[in-house]
């Protein structure tokens, strides 16, 4: 039983608050390449220090990732604040 069970592979992605454009394409192509490859992508945000204030453009980034990767994942859950970070989870769809 233990040898037919899924390891399901958990692959993390952090941004910043204020993550640039550039930056932001190039982890986007990494997070398809880890969908593609089958693994769960877990994508936040960190706030250091008083970037806290930028709650809004935190979940907006991660809003705008979950629609750019929609083809290749479902959002498992939503973005959500936990202390310091913003957190969502993307999983792949089936083929």
Known sequence: MKSKATKVIIKEIRFGPNTDDHDYEFKRKHAEKFLKDGAKLKAYVFFKGRSIIYK?????????????????????????????????FIAPKKK
Request: glycine share 10%; charged share 35%; proline share 3%.
């Open 56 to 88: 809004d453009q935190g979940e907006i980034l991660l809003l705008k990732l979950a629609t750019d990767l929609e083809e290749l994942g479902k959002v498992e859950q939503m973005p959500k604040l936990e202390g310091k970070r913003m957190i969502m």
